[in-house]
């Protein structure tokens, strides 16, 4: 995860924080979700494979979405496809 992290990082220009928000956290209406660095604090050097601090409103979302294979509330947020690779 660090390592995927790290490329989409580089392949866009913008940090993993940006990307998470532009694409899943803001379309998926998560105003709580964050990651958190290997230490706990936020930070630079973040936590990609489990350092997700979320509240259970925006989980719920993130699950509407991969129930409704990549649609919220009428924006598809991933490809069907993509979502039946994840699950």
């Not at 990549?70 to 993509?82: H, M, N, P, W």
Request: zero cysteines; proline letters at 1%; charged letters at 20%.
């Amino acid at each position: 995860m660090q390592i995927a992290g790290g490329m989409a990082e580089k392949v866009s220009g913008k940090t993993f924080h940006e990307l998470f928000d532009e694409y899943i956290a803001t379309p998926l209406g998560m105003k709580n979700a964050k990651f958190t660095a290997f230490d706990g604090e936020e930070g630079n050097n973040i936590a990609i494979a489990d350092g997700l601090l979320i509240r259970m409103i925006d989980y719920g979302n993130f699950l509407r979405m991969l129930l409704n294979d990549g649609a919220f509330e009428g924006k598809t947020i991933l490809l069907a496809s993509t979502v039946e690779l994840m699950l």
